[in-house]
Nanobody
């Protein structure tokens, strides 16, 4: 069992920024593929971004150029910096993790065996 603990959600206006954080266990976090999914109102959960243990990142087209995923293995924390937020980014955001291997935001949620509790992001116009 891998516990993922998220923080950093909140409410902002269009064009604002938020940074989400996800703490993961130090004993194995350094080798995991980390990522973020989100569920927008009335829609299915979708992959937003991933970052592999070695650093390669992937992004959904809808957030590319606005969101940045990063990780600090020394601090056992992954981050999602969200800039130029839009109302359509309003969603519950989930930190996810999976064992080493294919690591991309285009994988279905079934590939990610570890989930955080979710943190709400609301963007108002």
């Amino acid at each position: 069992k891998v516990d993922l603990v998220e923080s950093g959600g909140g409410s902002v206006q269009t064009g604002g920024s938020l940074r989400l954080s996800c703490e993961y266990p130090g004993y194995m976090g350094g080798i995991l593929c980390m990522g973020w999914f989100r569920r927008r109102p009335g829609k299915e959960r979708e992959g937003v971004a991933t970052i592999d243990a070695g650093g390669p990142t992937t992004y959904a087209d809808s957030v590319k150029g606005r969101f940045t995923i990063s990780r600090d293995n020394a601090e056992n924390t992954a981050y999602l910096q969200m800039d130029n937020l839009k109302p359509e980014d309003t969603a519950m955001y989930y930190c996810v993790a999976k064992p080493p291997g294919l690591c991309t935001a285009f994988l279905s949620e079934d590939h990610f065996g570890y989930w955080g509790q979710g943190t709400q992001v609301t963007v108002s116009s």
